[in-house]
């Protein structure tokens, strides 16, 4: 190394270290995790459009899953985002892949046979990295509230100018990880948002942030009020068999802004896959609560800060594994903060 190269801050050492290994490689196969939330779709976009401004031209992004949320749904909408069902990528065809927003060996990740997995970008603790995977560039920077924040640094550093669809798909990403800018909240990540500010399309940003609901919304969120269970501050629902799995973490989300409530335990089984969400308050850690919970299951989860998320395999869907399965999590939930044995109060019988 040169000494102009050491002396070079982090960040911007990493930014040239990226410009300077897109520009070795011919087509860039961008990944992320299942069924990706705003902030993977605007770091895989930002990523795409900063590797084209490097210079190289063909890059993909691979969909695994589906786009869930209606938000996101509008998001793919209204900024023309490009999607290639993951089944149809052929990974041996592209000399460079990239995992934005996870990382290799996380459980909600698909790395298809072949690709090469040279760029690692993201903002999750990975707690046992899986061995024989050494990406080329790996920027994980935990303290950062979301990765479309750290992809927006390399425009930064690198100066370049992303497009107005790229902008704002980047600030939506960022405002969703970081509540508004209110929880898991960076420096970087407030940098990045005054710098994409100017460039974003407001009325686009809005229509994704209000986007109209399906009737089914309304009717599963009836349903699901009535099972919500009360812990002191802690709140519990399991929604049982649900039709899309977005419902969990969007009523963990709702349930979180009712006063007294500092901790928000949610989950709803979908085929034989039963989904966690954590949320707490700020200074609360989603993510040893959606641990203690876990404890014994066979399952995965993640998440940061107040934020949690994870999924756990049953042998079947039958209701009696289902109820077991609640019951057990319930116990460790209470458990792990204080109140075991204590009893519920169902909002569905609060009269004030
Ligand atoms: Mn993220």
Redesign the pocket.
């Known amino acids: 190394m040169t000494p102009s190269q050491t002396s070079l801050p982090r960040s911007i050492a990493q930014t040239e270290a990226l410009l300077c290994l897109l520009r070795g490689r011919r087509r860039l196969l961008v990944l992320t995790h299942n069924n990706p939330?705003p902030?993977?779709l605007g770091?895989a976009i930002g990523l795409r459009h900063f590797a084209s401004l490097a210079g190289l031209v063909d890059s993909r992004f691979a969909l695994s899953g589906r786009i869930l949320r209606a938000e996101n749904q509008e998001m793919v909408r209204q900024l023309f985002i490009d999607m290639t069902p993951i089944a149809e990528i052929d990974a041996a065809s592209f000399d460079c892949a990239a995992l934005v927003?996870t990382q290799p060996g996380f459980g909600h990740t698909i790395v298809p046979v072949g690709a090469k997995v040279d760029i690692v970008i993201?903002?999750?603790v990975q707690e046992n990295p899986p061995a024989g995977i050494n990406p080329v560039f790996r920027d994980v920077r935990c303290e950062v509230?979301?990765?479309?924040s750290l992809v927006t640094t390399y425009f930064r550093e690198a100066g370049f100018i992303p497009s107005c669809e790229v902008a704002t798909a980047l600030i939506y990403?960022i405002k969703t990880?970081t509540a508004d800018l209110s929880r898991n909240v960076s420096d970087l990540d407030m940098r990045a948002y005054d710098f994409l500010f100017p460039l974003v399309d407001r009325e686009k940003l809005v229509t994704i942030t209000r986007p109209r609901l399906p009737t089914a919304y309304f009717i599963t969120l009836k349903e699901a009020l009535r099972k919500v269970r009360l812990y002191g501050s802690v709140a519990m629902c399991s929604l049982g068999v649900i039709a899309s799995v977005e419902m969990v973490a969007e009523f963990a989300d709702l349930l979180l802004r009712m006063q007294g409530v500092s901790a928000v335990f949610c989950g709803g089984l979908v085929d034989n896959t039963y989904f966690v969400s954590v949320r707490t308050d700020a200074g609360g850690d989603a993510w040893r609560m959606i641990g203690a919970a876990m404890v014994g299951e066979q399952g995965t989860f993640g998440g940061h800060g107040t934020v949690a998320g994870g999924s756990i395999q049953l042998a079947s869907s039958d209701t009696r594994g289902l109820r077991r399965l609640e019951r057990r999590l319930e116990r460790n939930i209470l458990r792990s903060v204080g109140l075991e044995g204590a009893n519920a109060t169902l909002l569905a019988d609060r009269g004030d």
């Open positions: 939330d902030d993977s770091a927003d993201d903002h999750h509230g979301a990765t479309s990403g990880d």
